[in-house]
């Protein structure tokens, strides 16, 4: 069973065409036997066994034809091709590079072709050239929570940031670079801020210690790096908000690299863009060394991907998929969030 | 015996005004404040041009919309201190100026800068104040961190693994 299940996958991945021959190998000895163990495991606690996407980061260009919309197009191709099939796919922020309307229609129609349900949430790129109006009128409210299989989702806007452009006299396509520079001092820390404290409050007030939950945001829930905005000023709050459940799993993207922690009881894992790889930033810390290999410039594929996630009521694997073999040995196995 | 003095003399004169000409040129006066201060400017301003440049300002380096800045933020992984070194896209041992061409040319598809040019200054002079302090260690395969904390202002920087610093 387990061998044909393999078989099948790496069928289904040798047709998307994305990944060398050395991942595939990790995906046999690793991903697909974590895959496998979801299928067969028992429920628990009301929890079915499922696995879902993440795609994010794709920075999308108003110039046609840019790559970019390919590598978007690649990561869609890739996650339709998973097997067994996800239940939904994630996008976690920055269809958009600079928040025009027509790059994210453009990522929305190139996301359509996903065979699965599809569920976003905005990152600063997608946001403040109109303040998230096309935004909304897209892909609809960027605050929300859903069960499934026994599994509580909430998505959140950790990208809002307090009003740096009305006093300094700035116009919205000067706003909107403020957000666009990374390292860029102005815009200040972002955050979820009251309202969707508020909302978190309530959505998970009746809610059992033992229901797993999930949470996604554009930037991480810890401090990891503030000065390029790898963090979410109010992410402590919601630690404490999140307090009462036995485990939180929090998945986020923005940092176009592989990264995880984990305190308390909530475990974080970033995501891969499908632009192009950051850096690691220049600061040591003690959680697991899971960094990726340093990027090859000279590959377009080095370094980004989408990702799967497998959950079931222990918790959930992600297994990063990368378009090229980027992956540390460390890494290739999964991370257990 | 009086021409011969006065050709001595002469000689004598001429040397002298030579050595004073020598040492006029070397003992120049040290640096004011005011001039130091000046100079500073100056790198400043060609290190704040090439900030911009590195984020985009000049529309010929890029015809996809990439800037130096999309990959390298605060110019991390950019290492100048590592150069010149193989450089494996060139295929030489190559000064950072080519490497920057390269990334121009390819992952930007833009035209390449003249190497001795004011915007290739620049540039490399953004690169180089962000990590000056660092130990220069040409062909260091393994990338060094910038210290943007040293360049950079603003909201705090300094990572505790958890919470927000204040």
């Known amino acids: 069973m387990s061998d044909e299940t393999d078989v099948t996958r790496r069928r289904f991945l040798g047709l998307a065409g994305n990944a060398g021959l050395a991942t595939f190998a990790a995906r046999a000895i690793g991903v697909n036997t974590g895959l496998i163990e979801v299928l067969s495991a028992a429920t628990k606690n009301g929890v079915q066994p499922f696995s879902f996407a993440i795609i994010t980061d794709s920075h999308l260009f108003s110039i046609d034809n840019h790559k970019f919309d390919k590598a978007l197009a690649d990561a869609v191709a890739q996650v339709n091709a998973l097997t067994p099939a996800v239940d939904f796919v994630m996008y976690t922020g920055d269809i958009a590079q600079n928040g025009r309307e027509d790059q994210l229609v453009k990522g929305k129609k190139i996301l359509s072709a996903l065979k ?61 670079s403020t957000m666009e520079m990374l390292e860029s001092p102005i815009a200040g820390p972002w955050g979820v801020r009251d309202a969707q404290l508020e909302f978190l409050k309530k959505d ?49 993207g ?51 991907g989408s990702q799967s996630v497998s959950v079931d009521a222990g918790g959930a694997t992600v297994a990063y998929e990368p378009f090229a073999n980027s992956l540390t040995p460390f890494l290739k196995d999964g991370l257990k969030v | 015996m009086k021409s011969k003095n006065g050709k001595v003399y002469l000689a004598v004169g001429a040397v002298s005004i030579g050595l004073l000409g020598a040492v006029s040129l070397r003992a120049r006066p040290p640096f004011t404040e ?133």
């Open chain 1, 204 to 252: 998970v007030q009746k809610l059992s210690a033992s229901t797993p939950v999930v949470i996604f945001t554009h930037s991480p829930l810890w401090d990891y790096y503030p000065r390029w905005n790898f963090q979410t000023e109010d992410a402590p709050q919601i630690r404490e908000i999140l307090a009462k459940f036995d485990h939180v799993t929090s998945l986020h």
């Open chain 1, 116 to 176: 699965a349900p599809l569920k976003v949430i905005p990152g600063e790129h997608d946001w403040y050239l109109d303040m998230g109006k096309a935004w909304n009128g897209l892909f609809g409210k960027e605050t929300w929570s859903y069960d499934h299989k026994g599994v509580h989702f909430i998505g959140l806007n950790s990208i809002l940031v307090r009003d740096f452009w009305t006093g300094a006299g700035m116009t919205p396509v000067e706003r909107m």
């Open chain 2, 34 to 166: 005011a001039q130091l201060a000046e100079q500073q400017q100056e790198l400043l301003d060609v290190v704040n041009h090439g900030r911009d440049l590195w984020h985009g300002s000049n529309p010929e380096m890029s015809t996809n919309g990439l800037a130096c800045g999309n990959c390298h933020p605060d110019a991390a992984a950019s290492n100048p201190q590592t150069f010149p070194k193989w450089v494996s896209e060139i295929g030489d041992v190559a000064p950072m100026r080519e490497m920057i061409n390269w990334c121009i040319v390819h992952p930007q598809n833009g035209k390449a800068l003249d190497v001795s040019g004011k915007d290739m200054v620049a540039l490399e002079a953004y690169a180089f104040y962000l990590y000056r302090g660092q130990k220069i260690e040409p062909g260091l395969a393994m990338p060094t961190p910038p210290d943007p904390v040293k360049s950079g202002v603003g909201f705090p920087h300094k990572p505790s693994g958890v919470g927000v610093d204040k």
């Open chain 1, 254 to 304: 923005h940092v176009h690299q592989t990264i995880y922690n984990k305190f308390g009881n909530m475990s974080s894992a970033g995501a891969l863009s499908t632009s192009w790889p950051w850096p690691y930033p220049p600061v040591k810390l003690d959680y697991p060394g899971s960094q990726m290999n340093q990027s090859d410039p000279a590959n377009t594929k080095d370094g980004m």
